[in-house]
């Protein structure tokens, strides 16, 4: 009897808190930590990743212990949670390889949602009375139960945070056409702010439509900004900048691009090999940038020690042989 009686306190102790939702968010903790953990050495190799996904899977881990043993603190603590899951994705190894940012999610979705079970108490004996004869007002069609709009409010936070920016939609090159040779962009830290959207497009150039990666940003920053090209006569022109500051819906057309994904992964894009998935989260930085750049547009350009500067020119033919 003992035996039954403390095998039945847990099941009770289950139902009186957000145990499932907890239960998820321990295992994004644990799941997102887990990956960087290594000797320190490799850790601070890491760099800002290893150390943002310890942080955020200790972090999850006490979101999860909130909802276990401080059930009254399941909205603020799912709320957080989620949006915590959500920059997981950004600053450390994109969220444990998205299974601890979709865990995080889920539990902090059903631990918002969660509400205290009412005890079954039995009514008291009234008298019967006479049904009214008055007709109910029908439920309103279409309304959701209460719980319904509770699980999915973090999912529609999210989802408006995914949305762009609003304003003028991103504009075609049109008749513009583009050098044979794509000009060549060096910077030593490309910044974009908002979401960045990638897809494939064809661009007109002097040789032909040719496809390009088109990625369009709310607004960029571009540090230490080199811009090479050659003029109509082949003279090789060179653009220097400090800062390059691009705003107002900023649409980008690359036909390649090199760089270090958070200053630590390398990687090379192209038209047939886009980025997986095609969206890339705010506070998602580049270094050491190598671009080739069709063209680009935007509402502002703004530029801190702006420098133009001519390359070297083709050397000339060599001179024709003497007539005999």
Known sequence: ??????????????????????????????????????????????????????????????????????????????????????????????????AGMLLGIAGGAMGFAWTPERPLEEPPEQPPQEPSRLPQPPAPPGHPPQKTLAAALPFVLLAATALPAPGPPPRAPGPVTTPRTPPTVTTTRFAPEGFTLARVAEVPTAGGPRRAMVLTMRAASLRDYRLRTRDGGGAELS???????????????????????????????????????????????????????ALVTSGTIGADGLALSPGRSPAPPPPAPPPP
């Open 1 to 98: 009897m003992l035996l039954i009686r403390r095998g039945a306190r847990f099941p009770a102790w289950r139902r009186t808190r957000p145990f499932w939702a907890g239960a998820l968010l321990v295992l994004a903790g644990a799941e997102i930590a887990a990956v960087p953990l290594a000797p320190l050495s490799v850790l601070v190799g890491l760099g800002l990743g290893g150390i943002a996904a310890l942080g955020i899977g200790a972090a999850l881990v006490a979101a999860g212990l909130f909802l276990w043993f401080l059930p009254h603190t399941r909205h603020y603590v799912g709320i957080h949670a989620v949006i915590l899951s959500v920059l997981s994705f950004a600053v450390t190894n994109l969220g444990g390889f998205l």
């Open 239 to 293: 653009l220097s900048a400090d800062e390059l500051r691009l705003g107002g819906r900023v649409t980008l057309y690359l036909t390649r691009l090199t760089g270090c994904v958070q200053g630590a992964l390398c990687l090379t894009f192209t038209p047939d090999r886009l980025p997986v998935p095609p969206v890339a989260p705010p506070f998602v930085f580049m270094t050491d940038v190598t671009a080739e750049q």
